[in-house]
């Protein structure tokens, strides 16, 4: 399967960054996987539901280490994008409310 699309909602809500939508092929889409922080980077948090007992399990989830790196790594390139895309805007604000070019 191929990740045709990711598209990133950044947050700043504690350890929360990111809400990130993947499709694949363009025909399936996962969504409300989280970009969390935390003491050694970032990491991927694939969409769960709380069950009753408390404890959190995956709704849906790659089946291999090889499948969850590649969501993994393209899914952090686009936050990453997204940043340096955030970042450029609100450069460019700031330049338009003192009058630079």
């Known amino acids: 399967m191929e990740i045709t699309e ?9 350890k929360l960054k990111a809400f990130a939508t993947v499709t694949f092929d363009n025909e399936f889409v ?5 970009i969390i922080s ?16 408390g404890s959190y399990h995956d709704i849906a989830h790659p089946i291999n280490n090889s499948a969850r790196k590649r969501i993994e790594d393209a899914v952090m390139e686009a936050y990453e ?6 970042s450029d805007v ?3 604000s700031q330049n338009m409310e003192i009058g630079e070019p």
């Open 81 to 86: 994008n997204e940043l340096r895309t955030k």
């Open 30 to 34: 996962i969504r409300g996987l989280r």
């Open 38 to 53: 935390s003491r050694n980077g970032f990491f991927i948090s694939m969409p769960s539901r709380k069950r009753k007992d």
């Open 6 to 14: 990711i598209r990133i909602s950044l947050r700043d809500e504690g």
């Open 90 to 92: 609100s450069r460019i």
